[in-house]
Nanobody
């Protein structure tokens, strides 16, 4: 079965950094587009960043210049480096794997940014 397992969330002060990781299994990782999404309290889930199988990246405006998505195909892992964190970044962050018409989701990791 497919599993996406996120880690790296936690409590951090505004201006700080966190690095999220997502380890995938049960998929051919190297051909999947990977992404990070988040859901803040009282809001809908939104895209944060994606990275294609060849490394092309896309970011939400709110993440540009602060967040970096990367992948290590040898480790079946996608990362999200988050710098200059703001309280509005507080959310549950979800890992996503996408190929054609299929999407898989992790259970999420909580990021809390205090002011």
């Amino acid at each position: 079965q497919v599993q996406l397992v996120e880690s790296g969330g936690g409590l951090v002060q505004a201006g700080g950094s966190l690095r999220l990781s997502c380890v995938a299994s049960g998929i051919i990782f190297s051909i999947n587009e990977m992404g990070w999404y988040r859901q803040a309290p009282g809001k809908q889930r939104e895209l944060v960043a994606t990275i294609t199988h060849i490394g092309a990246t896309n970011y939400a405006d709110s993440a540009k210049g602060r967040f970096t998505i990367s992948r290590d195909n040898a480790k079946n892992t996608v990362y999200l480096q988050m710098n200059s964190l703001k309280p509005e970044d507080t959310a549950v962050y979800y890992c996503n794997a996408h190929l054609r018409l299929t999407d898989y989701w992790g259970k999420g990791t909580l990021v809390t940014v205090s002011s």
